[in-house]
C-alpha cells in the first residue's frame, strides 16, 4: 500500500517521530511522509506512532491500495523529490 | 476530484493561505486541508496558492478521482472530524 503521513505533534517529540518514520517512508516536507509500505510495516508505523505521541498530538494517515490512484503535484519549492506517485 | 493539502510555508503567509483554502476545503490538521473539488475550483486553487506564496514556499497537492480509492486514519487527537472519505 501507499500511504502520506500527515503529523501535527508538539516541538519536543518531532525528532523522535521523524526518526522513526524515517526507517520506513520517505521525508517530502514538514510534517509529511509519504512511501510504499506492507501491511506488516503499516501495523508497526500505527503502533510506534501510538506509542511516542501517547495520544497528545494528531497523525492522519491517508492510504491508497494503488499508487496510480493518487496523482502529486507540489507548487512552489519541491523539498525532496520523490517519484513515487505516478 | 478529492484533494489533499499540505503545506510548508513561512509563518507570515500562513493566515493568507488558511483564509483562501477554507473557501474551498476543510481544515483537517495544522498544515492540512482536504475536501472535493471541481476541475475549475482545482485551478482556482493552484492560481491562488502561487500567488500566496509566490515561489518562496512548498505546497503538495494529492488528488485522486474517487475518495474510495484513499482511506483515512487519525492516531491521537482528530483535531477536525470530517467523514469526507469513507
Not at 63 to 83: A, C, D, H, M, V
Amino acid at each position: 500500500m501507499y500511504v502520506i503521513i500527515v503529523y501535527d505533534i508538539a516541538q519536543k517529540r518531532v525528532n523522535k517521530l521523524c526518526k522513526f518514520l524515517r526507517k520506513y517512508l520517505h521525508w517530502v516536507q514538514n510534517s509529511a511522509f509519504e512511501g510504499e509500505i506492507s501491511e506488516g510495516q503499516f501495523f508497526e508505523i500505527k503502533k510506534g506512532i501510538e506509542k511516542i505521541i501517547k495520544n497528545q498530538d494528531s497523525v492522519l494517515i491517508y492510504k491508497t491500495n494503488n499508487p496510480r490512484w493518487l496523482k502529486k503535484e507540489i507548487i512552489g519549492k519541491e523539498k525532496n523529490p520523490i517519484s513515487n506517485i505516478i
